[in-house]
């Protein structure tokens, strides 16, 4: 069974232009969820998707969103990039209980904003 | 809200040696605790979780944590460690209904050396 597959992997950009980061989950899961990863402040929930529909959400700004489409694929889109968006976005996926916990994660993309 | 301690930032361990990784987390509801495990360059990867029952949990790589309600921790042991389990190490705490949302600590970084 495939697992979760993130693109890209690495990229970068610079100040006030935007990226879209796309995750492939498992087959079968119709749970997505997103996680911010940095050296300061750790891992963060961004939000979570279900069945296309956005279950959960973390406290970042409203320049990151994301969606689901029907086939479980998730994007999610930074506008504006700021240095310090900078980081590791992590995507997981679930079979999608609400008791969750066991997430398979993604290797990640790496974002570098210059 | 929830929130997790790791207690410990690094840990340096020669090989064969025990190890205990210290996590503590706070919530005001009952809640599921994980860890998970990051080698270099890769994702996350589950090592363990508690949903209820036994407190003793064994995971995976020999690998086993205890939750301890009264004390509110859940700490992850190893009675032998091989340089292979260097990696960082992240305790998650998730409440009932939660779904993909984890809120993770700030990780431990593990260092077996020979």
Redesign the interface.
């Known amino acids: 069974k495939a697992g ?1 597959t993130q693109t890209p992997r690495y990229l970068i950009k610079t100040r006030g232009q935007q990226v879209t980061l796309s995750c492939s989950p498992i087959s079968g899961h119709r ?3 997103w ?1 911010q990863q940095t050296p300061g402040q ?4 961004l939000f ?1 998707y ?1 069945s296309e529909t956005q ?2 959400k ?1 406290n970042f700004p409203g320049r990151f969103s994301g969606r689901q489409f029907s086939n479980s694929r998730s994007e999610m889109n930074v506008s504006t990039l700021e240095l310090g968006d900078s980081a590791l976005y ?1 995507c ?1 996926s ?1 079979p ?13 993309s790496r974002l570098t904003v210059l | 809200a929830q929130s997790v301690t790791q207690l410990d930032s690094q840990v340096p361990v020669f090989e064969e040696a025990p190890v205990e990784l210290r996590c503590n987390y706070s919530s005001s509801v009952s809640v599921y605790l994980f860890w998970y495990v990051q080698y270099p360059n890769q994702g996350l990867q589950l090592l363990l979780k508690y949903l209820s029952g036994s407190t003793l949990v064994k995971g995976i790589n020999g690998f086993e944590a205890e939750f301890n309600k009264s004390q509110t921790s859940f700490h992850l042991r190893k009675p032998s460690v091989h340089i292979s389990d260097t990696a960082e190490y992240f305790c998650a705490v998730s409440a009932n209904n939660q779904g993909g949302k984890l809120i993770f600590g700030q990780g431990t970084e593990l260092s077996v050396k020979p």
Do not use: D, P
């Not at chain 1, 999608?96 to 990640?108: A, D, I, Q």
């Open positions: 979760v749970s997505v969820s996680y750790g891992l963060q929930f979570e279900f279950r959960n973390g992590l997981a679930s999608g209980g609400t008791v969750s916990g066991e997430l398979f994660f993604g290797e990640g």
